[in-house]
């Protein structure tokens, strides 16, 4: 079902990196690529424009919202989900102003991770059929 997915993961823990990956590798995504901070997720996002990102919020080098504000004015239509276990409603907002999609509460579940991936899977179909 997610075989052709390309996903960009973002978070400066290797914890929270590697079961993430390990349930999108579990649902077939097809490819996973991952950053250890903002800077690289930009690099990383332009250079393989992935169908989904999901960012942390707090990260060196870059911090989360920065990330995402270059990741949308290099594609606005970029499909990025933020990550935090410290969210407010203030940084939701401003996420969400940006251009997030949403902003999920860590610890992210394995069935978060799916609907989000069901979601972005829809949209990119109906994307084609235009």
Request: aromatic fraction near 4%.
């Given at each position: 079902m997610f075989t052709g997915l390309k996903v960009l993961l973002c978070d400066d823990s290797l914890m929270i990196i590697k079961k993430m990956s390990d349930v999108m590798r579990?649902?077939?995504?097809?490819i996973v690529q991952t950053a250890l901070d903002g800077e690289q997720a930009?690099?990383?996002?332009?250079?393989?424009?992935?169908?989904?990102v999901f960012m942390d919020q707090v990260m060196p080098n870059k911090a989360g919202l920065v990330a995402?504000?270059?990741?949308i004015d290099?594609?606005?239509d970029a499909i990025v989900y933020?990550?935090?276990?410290?969210?407010?409603?203030?940084?939701?907002?401003?996420a969400e102003k940006i251009g997030a999609r949403d902003f999920l509460q860590k610890p992210v579940t394995s069935d978060d991770?799916?609907?989000?991936?069901?979601?972005?899977?829809?949209?990119l179909a109906n994307k084609k059929q235009v």
């Open positions: 579990s649902l077939g995504v097809g930009v690099k990383l996002y332009k250079m393989g424009k992935p169908d989904v995402l504000q270059e990741i290099y594609h606005p933020m990550l935090s276990s410290m969210g407010t409603i203030g940084k939701r907002e401003e991770i799916k609907t989000v991936l069901e979601d972005v899977v829809k949209e």
